[in-house]
């Protein structure tokens, strides 16, 4: 007799983190995917201290944003946890476009589709950026690339605060418009169970 499937069954965990406090994050100034961000003295310290709170935990694969700020983040995981890393674009923060490098005040509803804590508009496109929706499919297509057909894996994923959302609410089934835009601190980890498909 075969074994019965439960369609249900967690396929993956995945634990994601935020990078570590960065140089840009103390300036208040938009990141998304311009590169001169790198961690400060608090951000490494965050990044120990988050590495040290899944020490111990088996982790099939380590995947990192290949910019800096969540590069150094990952090196420091990597370390602790005896792993190797893969960087990807995929792992992104999301692009913000001309308005990267720039105050953070600039980052209005109109321009970021978020409002109120909430996503009112996921198809709002900053100049030259992406929108939520955008970022969604992107990590998405990610995560689909990540599954096993030999069973369940653990991986951890060490990204942006922005993408920390968009690939929970992927996971979840769940549009970008109308989801709660909650703090997703520095270095602050994430576990998300996906589903079989």
Known sequence: MSPVRDEQATAMTLVLVRHGESTWNELKVVQGQTDGARLTD????????????????????LYSSDLGRATETAAVFAEVLGLSVTATEALRERCFGVREGRSIEE?????????GGVVVDATARPQDGESLDDLQRRVGAFIEQLRHPDGSRRVLLVTHGGTIRAIRAYCAGTAMDGLEWDVVANASVWTVDVASR
Do not use: K, N, Y
């Not at 310290?45 to 709170?53: G, K, N, P, T, V």
């Not at 509803?109 to 409002?115: E, F, K, S």
């Open 42 to 61: 608090l951000g490494r310290a965050q990044a120990l201290d988050a590495a040290r709170s899944v020490e111990g935990q088996t982790f099939d694969a």
């Open 107 to 115: 980052l209005t509803p109109a321009v970021t589709g978020i409002g």
